[in-house]
């Protein structure tokens, strides 16, 4: 059985940081890339970043860029995604996805096997 799990959301203020991860179980890891993505209530849901299979490339959406960083640790079975300077908009519940690596782009939700449940960051102003 395929499982993701995430870790790490929270209340934090304006400015403030956050460490996401997301374990997988079920799933030989490295033959997936990973994505998280996120929605707020309302909205639809967004990419956020991708790393594929080996770590070597990685992607982000451009509000995040040089604020977020995604990694992963392939004998960990974990993705990680740190989220520095926060801001209000960055509230939402942040869902981590696997898909098959070198297949699909990165940035489209279609392209994930599986998801987590969502963990819920709230920046406060």
């Known amino acids: 059985q395929v499982q993701l799990v995430e870790s790490g959301g929270g209340l934090v203020q304006a400015g403030g940081s956050l460490r996401l991860s997301c374990a997988a179980s079920?799933?030989?890891?490295?033959?997936?890339?990973m994505g998280w993505f996120r929605q707020a209530p309302g909205k639809e849901r967004e990419f956020v970043a991708a790393?594929?299979?080996?770590?070597?490339?990685?992607y982000y959406t451009e509000s995040v860029k040089g604020r977020f960083t995604i990694s992963r640790d392939n004998a960990k079975n974990t993705v990680y995604l740190q989220m520095n300077s926060l801001k209000p908009e960055d509230t939402a519940v942040y869902t981590c996805?696997?898909?098959?690596?070198?297949?699909?782009?990165?940035?489209?939700?279609?392209?994930?096997?599986?998801w987590g449940q969502g963990t819920q960051v709230t920046v406060s102003s």
């Open positions: 790393i594929n299979w080996s770590g070597g490339s990685i």
């Open positions: 996805a696997a898909k098959s690596r070198s297949v699909g782009y990165y940035g489209s939700a279609n392209e994930y096997n599986y």
């Open positions: 079920g799933v030989i890891f490295s033959r997936y890339d």
